[in-house]
């Protein structure tokens, strides 16, 4: 798919890989609508991505707006593509991207965050993709981006319910990409792995138990190649994440093994992992 020209929602496109995709998206000469639930973050990065778009090779025909609301609420779903339609006069690109985490033993883990996590994780971009779909058919090329996470693919242990949330919009999305198969609507699944943004401010693993960071906007360059290219996929982490990915299917326990051997000092650096 051209991106150029494209009209595109971000969910959570204030801050991290959201921001980054914005900056990428505006850079090629698309139409982008951001969102957030902080309305002073939203305004400084619309105004940011704005100053881009004018020193663009695309100038003031690229339009860039952000709508402050809450994709967990049905209201701040409502609102959410309501404003982007009407600032976009339509949608090719839906990015759901918004999404937060609570890290820790399952046991030990408030109902009320375990219900936040699968609300703007996995419910929110459910229930959004169903809302802007006739918008994306009348596009006649569209797609739906769903940013899952590598956590989807080999699960981590204290992330158990933010696993099962990604792993859930993974595989929505491939069922979705089937249903929708010679519809004009594309879906791409994006697996970040750990990406340098404010999420990850609250966790103290480093390489040592597994959390390399990469910047946003790597990730972001990757997600915008799997667009252009009409990938399916895009995973994150290298080589060395690959290979864990291929060993959790082949051998499973060989992981768990190598868990067991940092479980403990992971679970004191993920304790405060929190971003919802
Ligand atoms: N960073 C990583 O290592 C990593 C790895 C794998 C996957 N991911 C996934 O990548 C996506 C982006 O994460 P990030 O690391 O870029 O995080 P981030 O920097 O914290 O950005 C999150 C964005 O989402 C918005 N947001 C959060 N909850 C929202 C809600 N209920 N309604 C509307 N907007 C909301 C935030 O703005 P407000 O706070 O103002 O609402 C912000 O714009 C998430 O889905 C995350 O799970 C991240």
Known sequence: MNITGKRILITGGSSGIGLALARAFVAKGANVVITG?????????????????QQSDYGSNTRVCGVAADVAKPDGRATTITQALEALGGLDILVNNAGGVRAGRLENTAEADLQAMLDVDLVAPILLTRDALPALRASGEAMIVNVSSGIALVGVPFYATYAAAKAGLARFGEALRRELKGEGVHVLTAYPSGTDT???????????????????????????????????????????????????????????????????????????????
């Open 198 to 276: 404010p999420m990850m401010r609250s966790n103290r693993a480093g390489p040592e138990l597994g959390f390399t960071l990469e910047p946003a906007d790597d990730v972001a360059k990757a997600i915008v190649d799997g667009i252009e290219s009409n990938a399916f996929d895009v995973i994150r982490g290298g080589g060395a994440r690959a290979q864990m990915i291929a060993l959790n299917g082949e051998n499973p326990a060989a992981i768990d093994e190598r868990f067991l051997g940092l479980k403990r000092s992971l679970e004191v650096a993920v304790k405060d992992h929190a971003a919802l």
């Open 37 to 53: 639930r902080r309305a002073d973050a939203l305004a400084n990065a619309v105004r940011n991505l704005q100053q881009n778009a």
